[in-house]
């Protein structure tokens, strides 16, 4: 089993910046990969970033390419989403997920994942 605690959400204007943290417990050294989705009031949830636990490469959602950058801490069993020029779109709450098993995929999909965190709130005001 792997817990995820996400942190660092909160309310921000158009074109601000928000860090969210995912605390990774558990058996974090089965992670294979993680994710961040999100989902706003009345629609699905959505991918935004995935990162490949062991060799770091990264997968993002085309809305937010150039903008958002999805991160890991071995070390500290951390993963981090660092979202710049946030715009009211973006506005959601967003979910970290964790796959503790080799599938050899991107991790676009919610089923994907074996394990998902609370979430947090992210709301951006124009």
């Known amino acids: 089993q792997v817990q995820l605690v996400e942190s660092g959400g909160g309310l921000v204007q158009a074109g601000d910046s928000l860090r969210l943290s995912c605390a990774a417990s558990g058996r974090t050294f089965s992670v294979y990969r993680m994710g961040w989705f999100r989902q706003a009031p009345g629609k699905e949830r959505e991918f935004v970033a995935a990162?490949?636990?062991?060799?770091?490469?990264?997968y993002y959602d085309d809305s937010v390419k150039g903008r958002f950058t999805i991160s890991r801490d071995i070390a500290k069993n951390m993963g981090y989403l660092q979202m710049n020029s946030l715009q009211p779109d973006d506005t959601a709450i967003f979910y970290c997920?964790?796959?503790?098993?080799?599938?050899?995929?991107?991790?676009?999909?919610?089923?994907?994942?074996?394990?998902w965190g609370q979430g947090t709130q992210v709301t951006v005001s124009s």
């Open positions: 997920a964790a796959k503790d098993t080799y599938d050899r995929k991107a991790g676009q999909r919610g089923a994907e994942y074996d394990y």
């Open positions: 990162v490949m636990w062991s060799g770091g490469s990264t």
